[in-house]
């Protein structure tokens, strides 16, 4: 974009080129709409992007967020985008050592397969059964509530009519989702593998009163209806160089390197000013759609800013010479690892976690989970590495809120990452160091991020990869009709932090579209 063109007038200026706001784009666009993409950074995609971290090794690896389960297929049909996912035929896989001996929990593979996995683990069919009937009840929940993702916000009552199940609203909606996890799961492995889903990019307990964890597990067991979660073909990048394709070829114009700094409307029309290496300039709007989070649309208008959010992950990339051996030896590595591999994840070490973490301290065995893309979509490495066996893995760690790495940032990762690695180890036969690849300087294929780390390049609010706690998905005090509704008339939020936000799902740049198009008589 020339600085002739920067003064122009826009029906639409989008700031932030992630996922969200490319939705956001490619909708508007399509819908004749004339549309600027305002990007800070140097390239699209936002935290749904492939790079390749280590030097002079031919590895696409999703950076950030990796796997895709509540984008709608709506919205890939909508905006034609050439992008595929790719389903895990095993769930998980959770290893423990039980009287001296390595053993686990293989989800997956078909029912006969998991049914004997429970047995064998537990000692009767007892778990197996509870599962069932509990994971069927959040599936004809998420029936009920994805479709609504893409609508205007139902209210509170509205949504409790149509889920029609009250045991499912009073589970999911209303007690603590501990309550549940406890009353129909005996075993403590079971119990926290259940457990895991509420607490992804969240910091709870399974009590905690807010309800939080129970917002972060409703949104892991709804997506797509199904609330199964998918492998994306070629890396996540795959999903945000389509929908920057599909804007540009609607007209899109996208800008990047171009930092929007301040907003200023009267709710009618709207100016935005950014900063580029050309200098400073100003662009009118008829909309502005903000894909970034409620702390940075504050900043941008001049409100008072939202509570501070706060991040609690840890975020791992690896590249293997070849997966490392399992102590139980029942199980295939190429099975364990291409589901989710739960480690230190049993119920009582989640909670012990939670609290030593509350208490101010790294957790003494750090719960995470780790999954490899590369058995099930081998496309983001190179054809040699492939050729030799080589295999991607992906650690995301819970429990390690951003206020435990203020003190020293370096020196805590190193600490919580080498804490992390010892728990993994436990159940390999062999070191996972011994498995990793190095990189063309000779160093070990691993990068770890933390909050602030992820604060610090992304720009998310405390590390949150929420942006803020997660909302209920139905109208509350102020949330609009869409969710993504500000106060001001023609400005709108369109990231994660939105009602129905958080992710890699486009819905709230779909539905800061709608409200626009709403808004200009389409």
């Given at each position: 974009?020339?600085?002739?063109e920067?003064?122009?007038?826009?029906d639409?200026?989008?700031?932030?080129?992630?996922?969200?706001?490319?939705?956001?784009a490619?909708?508007?666009?399509?819908?004749?709409?004339?549309?600027?993409?305002?990007?800070?950074?140097?390239?699209?995609?936002?935290?749904?992007?492939?790079t390749?971290?280590?030097?002079?090794?031919?590895?696409?690896?999703?950076?950030?967020?990796?796997?895709?389960?509540?984008?709608?297929?709506?919205?890939?049909?909508?905006?034609?985008?050439?992008?595929?996912?790719r389903?895990?035929?095993?769930?998980?896989?959770?290893?423990?050592?039980?009287?001296?001996?390595?053993?686990?929990?293989?989800?997956?593979?078909?029912?006969?397969?998991?049914?004997?996995?429970?047995?064998?683990?537990?000692?009767?069919?007892?778990?197996?059964?509870?599962?069932?009937?509990?994971?069927?009840?959040?599936?004809?929940?998420a029936?009920?509530?994805?479709?609504?993702?893409?609508?205007?916000?139902?209210?509170?009552?509205?949504?409790?009519?149509?889920?029609?199940?009250?045991?499912?609203w009073?589970?999911l909606?209303?007690?603590p989702i501990?309550?549940a996890v406890?009353?129909?799961?005996?075993?403590?492995l079971?119990?926290?593998v259940v457990?895991?889903?509420?607490?992804?990019?969240?910091?709870?307990?399974?009590?905690?009163?807010?309800?939080?964890?129970n917002?972060?597990?409703?949104y892991?067991?709804?997506?797509g209806?199904?609330?199964?979660?998918?492998v994306?073909?070629?890396?996540?990048?795959?999903?945000?160089d389509?929908?920057?394709?599909?804007?540009?070829?609607?007209?899109?114009?996208?800008?990047?390197?171009?930092?929007?700094?301040?907003?200023?409307?009267?709710?009618?029309?709207?100016e935005?000013?950014?900063?580029?290496?050309?200098?400073?300039a100003?662009?009118?709007?008829?909309?502005?759609?903000?894909?970034?989070?409620?702390q940075?649309?504050?900043?941008?208008?001049?409100?008072?800013?939202?509570?501070?959010?706060?991040?609690?992950?840890?975020k791992?990339?690896?590249?293997?010479?070849?997966?490392?051996?399992?102590?139980?030896?029942?199980?295939?590595?190429?099975?364990?690892?291409?589901?989710?591999?739960?480690?230190?994840?049993?119920?009582?070490?989640?909670?012990?976690?939670?609290?030593?973490?509350?208490?101010?301290?790294?957790?003494?065995?750090?719960?995470?989970?780790?999954?490899?893309?590369?058995?099930?979509?081998p496309?983001?490495?190179?054809?040699?590495?492939?050729e030799?066996?080589?295999?991607?893995?992906?650690l995301?760690?819970?429990?390690?809120?951003?206020?435990?790495f203020?003190?020293?940032?370096?020196s805590?990762?190193?600490?919580?990452?080498?804490?992390?690695?010892?728990?993994?180890?436990?159940?390999?036969?062999?070191?996972?160091?011994?498995?990793?690849?190095?990189?063309a300087d000779?160093?070990?294929?691993?990068?770890?991020?933390?909050p602030?780390d992820?604060?610090?390049?992304?720009?998310?609010?405390?590390?949150?990869?929420?942006?803020r706690?997660?909302?209920?998905?139905?109208?509350?005090?102020?949330?609009g009709?869409?969710?993504?509704?500000t106060?001001?008339?023609?400005?709108?939020?369109?990231?994660?932090?939105?009602?129905?936000?958080g992710?890699?799902?486009?819905?709230?740049?779909?539905?800061?579209?709608?409200?626009?198009l709403?808004?200009?008589?389409?």
């Amino acid at each position: 974009m020339t600085a002739h063109e920067a003064h122009r007038s826009y029906d639409a200026v989008v700031v932030g080129a992630g996922h969200n706001g490319l939705v956001a784009a490619a909708y508007l666009a399509r819908a004749g709409r004339s549309v600027l993409v305002l990007e800070r950074l140097d390239r699209t995609g936002g935290a749904a992007v492939s790079t390749r971290p280590f030097a002079g090794v031919d590895a696409r690896l999703s950076r950030y967020s990796y796997l895709v389960s509540l984008l709608p297929k709506k919205i890939v049909r909508d905006l034609g985008l050439d992008f595929r996912v790719r389903a895990r035929t095993i769930s998980s896989y959770t290893p423990v050592e039980r009287s001296g001996r390595a053993t686990g929990l293989l989800v997956g593979g078909g029912e006969k397969r998991t049914r004997e996995a429970f047995a064998r683990l537990t000692g009767s069919d007892r778990e197996y059964e509870a599962w069932q009937r509990f994971y069927g009840m959040t599936g004809r929940v998420a029936e009920r509530v994805f479709p609504t993702l893409t609508e205007p916000l139902p209210t509170r009552e509205e949504l409790r009519r149509r889920i029609d199940d009250e045991e499912a609203w009073r589970t999911l909606f209303e007690d603590p989702i501990g309550v549940a996890v406890e009353d129909r799961f005996a075993d403590d492995l079971v119990r926290g593998v259940v457990l895991t889903d509420a607490l992804i990019g969240t910091f709870a307990d399974a009590h905690d009163p807010s309800l939080a964890q129970n917002r972060c597990f409703l949104y892991h067991v709804i997506g797509g209806g199904t609330g199964a979660w998918d492998v994306p073909v070629g890396g996540m990048g795959a999903l945000t160089d389509a929908l920057a394709t599909a804007a540009r070829e609607a007209g899109a114009v996208i800008a990047t390197g171009h930092e929007a700094v301040r907003i200023d409307t009267d709710g009618r029309a709207a100016e935005v000013t950014y900063r580029s290496a050309d200098g400073e300039a100003v662009v009118a709007a008829r909309h502005v759609l903000v894909n970034a989070s409620p702390q940075a649309l504050a900043e941008l208008t001049g409100d008072a800013p939202p509570a501070p959010a706060e991040g609690a992950q840890l975020k791992v990339n690896m590249l293997l010479k070849r997966l490392p051996r399992l102590r139980d030896d029942s199980v295939d590595p190429r099975e364990a690892f291409s589901g989710t591999f739960h480690i230190a994840e049993g119920y009582e070490q989640l909670a012990t976690a939670h609290a030593q973490a509350a208490a101010g301290r790294l957790p003494t065995a750090p719960p995470s989970e780790i999954y490899c893309h590369s058995l099930t979509d081998p496309t983001i490495l190179g054809a040699d590495l492939v050729e030799q066996g080589y295999q991607t893995l992906t650690l995301f760690g819970l429990h390690t809120p951003a206020r435990l790495f203020e003190r020293d940032n370096d020196s805590v990762r190193e600490e919580l990452l080498k804490s992390t690695l010892a728990q993994l180890d436990a159940h390999l036969a062999e070191p996972l160091a011994d498995c990793l690849a190095v990189d063309a300087d000779g160093r070990p294929c691993i990068e770890a991020k933390t909050p602030l780390d992820l604060e610090r390049d992304l720009r998310l609010p405390g590390g949150n990869i929420f942006h803020r706690a997660l909302a209920w998905p139905h109208a509350q005090e102020d949330t609009g009709r869409w969710g993504v509704e500000t106060a001001h008339d023609n400005v709108l939020l369109c990231g994660a932090g939105a009602v129905r936000g958080g992710g890699v799902s486009g819905v709230p740049g779909h539905n800061a579209a709608m409200a626009t198009l709403e808004a200009t008589g389409e």
